[in-house]
């Protein structure tokens, strides 16, 4: 990896090189000592070098237009240079094309002295723009301009050329100001609910029909839909033969009972017999019908899904066949799981919260959760339980949420990356973390100054949510960010850096 990252270091330095002697060679007229000003607009970035400007003599100007929607330059069209004079008395240069993609070239003759306003215009299919830039001093004579409103910066700069920047993904903006939310990450996994998951068993032994297929596993089942059909065994012990004997046993038992109790009640009103006799005659009653109507209930199950003397199997839910413990042809004992089915349409999340996180939870219904595999952000529907108990060994506490199924993408068994959020910060200035950089447990930014000039800035960081962190100091709510292509400035920071106060060579 070290050799890696050399390597890559090594070939942008020559980038680096080449760029700039294409550069140099471009710009070869404008002098070492040059004046450069930088504007954003809501549409482009216009970075303008030109000479000291004396009256009576020529001054070279290059004009670098980045579009803003893609940062990349802007290659065909026209630019108005419109200077006026203090007096009022005006001129204006057009340059009918770029010299080459992103800039425009030219030379400017200024008769008199004094402050003149300066704004371009900018014509062209991809963009138009009219751009007021700081107003410029022609001397009465060559000497080195003051620069007045020259920006103050804290550190040495970073030179990355426009051309370097046009032909790799690079981009600048301002810090945003959002609400964010503070959260802390969990492990979680997707559990089937409870009661929406189901083993489907043998009512009676018997064996399993090959005249009805029995499901396979992925098989969609609608409640009621037949599973499986079971035909009677040969032997009474725990099939339908059995059954009809203890039904027809329990119900006789139930008439003895009844004709007893009439009996004894007739003798009690003869006082023939003590109420004693009574008492557990009718006792003897109570218990028969209590054992009668299990099996008379089971009787009843058996008849309404019985087919020709043969056991209908019905889903009791719908749902999915995830599971077949048995095959056609095969004899089973009562009882005797068939298959089992899980209904998926609501599935229960278990995040595993560190207990360390315990208390940190305030808002503990607001999560948020993603699938390897999936690229899609999930929110549970609410809060089911916080668990009282922590896992001894994980030292963590379930956490369970209700998750809404209805699409079908969400398997029981999956893993999943919890964010259970813990509260808001509102109004915080945020950059993508795509423009944070670590060195040493330090985190830090680039901040661009002019269109080619750049410093590297150390910030002090808060929440993270959503690809945003927070930029709790360093930066000002002013300053444009490199977001795109930092990599590509700390390179040319390891390389080269601009002397402080200096133009850049051309």
């Not at 990349?72 to 005006?90: C, D, I, V």
């Not at 600048?172 to 089937?192: D, R």
């Amino acid at each position: 990896m070290t050799r890696y990252i050399a390597l890559l270091s090594i070939i942008f330095s020559l980038i680096l090189f080449a760029a700039g002697c294409a550069h140099k060679h471009e710009h070869e007229e404008i002098h070492a000592e040059t004046i450069q000003q930088t504007i954003w607009t809501s549409k482009t970035e216009l970075f303008v070098e030109y000479d000291e400007l004396a009256a009576g003599q020529m001054s070279g100007f290059l004009i670098h237009v980045t579009r803003l929607a893609d940062f990349k330059p802007l290659t065909q069209g026209m630019a108005t240079l419109s200077f006026t004079h203090q007096t009022g008395e005006s001129f204006n240069v057009v340059i009918d094309s770029p010299a080459r993609p992103g800039i425009f070239k030219t030379d400017v003759a200024f008769k008199s002295p004094g402050k003149y306003s300066f704004k371009i215009n900018l014509d062209s299919k991809e963009l138009s723009d009219e751009i007021a830039l700081s107003d410029i001093e022609v001397i009465d004579k060559k000497k080195e301009q003051e620069k007045g409103e020259e920006e103050k910066r804290g550190g040495p700069q970073i030179a990355l050329l426009k051309e370097q920047q046009w032909v790799v993904e690079f981009m600048t903006e301002l810090p945003s100001k959002m609400t964010l939310s503070t959260s802390f990450a969990a492990m979680g996994e997707l559990i089937p609910v409870s009661n929406a998951e189901l083993t489907v068993s043998a009512p009676l032994s018997g064996i399993v029909s090959a005249s009805k297929p029995l499901p396979f596993i992925g098989k969609k089942a609608a409640k009621g839909d037949v599973l499986a059909v079971i035909e009677p065994a040969a032997h009474l012990q725990g099939g339908i033969g059995q059954l009809t004997s203890a039904y027809a046993e329990a119900k006789n038992k139930i008439v003895l009972a009844q004709n007893e109790y009439e009996r004894a009640r007739r003798l009690y009103e003869a006082k023939a017999i003590p109420k004693r006799r009574l008492e557990e005659a009718e006792i003897s009653l109570n218990t028969a019908k209590a054992a009668f109507e299990p099996i008379e209930k089971a009787m009843a199950d058996i008849k309404n899904s019985a087919s020709d003397g043969k056991i209908i199997v019905r889903a009791p839910i719908s749902g999915t066949v995830v599971e077949v413990m048995t095959s056609n042809g095969r004899f089973m004992d009562a009882g005797q799981p068939i298959a089992r089915i899980i209904n998926t349409s609501l599935l229960h999340l278990r995040a595993n919260v560190a207990v360390t996180e315990i208390g940190n939870i305030k808002l503990p219904d607001k999560a948020s959760f993603t699938i390897p595999g999936i690229g899609e952000e999930f929110r549970p529907t609410r809060l089911i339980a916080v668990n009282d108990l922590v896992d001894t060994k994980s030292r963590t506490v379930p956490v369970i949420f209700e998750v809404n199924n209805q699409k079908g993408l969400l398997k029981a068994g999956m893993f999943a990356n919890v964010l259970i959020k813990t509260g808001m910060e509102k109004d915080a200035m945020a950059l993508p973390e795509s423009a944070l950089f670590e060195d040493e447990g330090r985190h830090f930014v680039f901040i661009q100054l002019s269109g080619e000039a750049f410093e590297r800035r150390e910030v002090k960081t808060g929440v993270r949510d959503k690809g945003y962190v927070q930029i709790k100091e360093g930066i000002k709510a002013e300053e444009r960010i490199v977001t795109k292509g930092g990599y590509y400035v700390k390179l040319a920071s390891m390389s080269a850096r601009m002397p402080q106060g200096h133009g850049h060579d051309h």
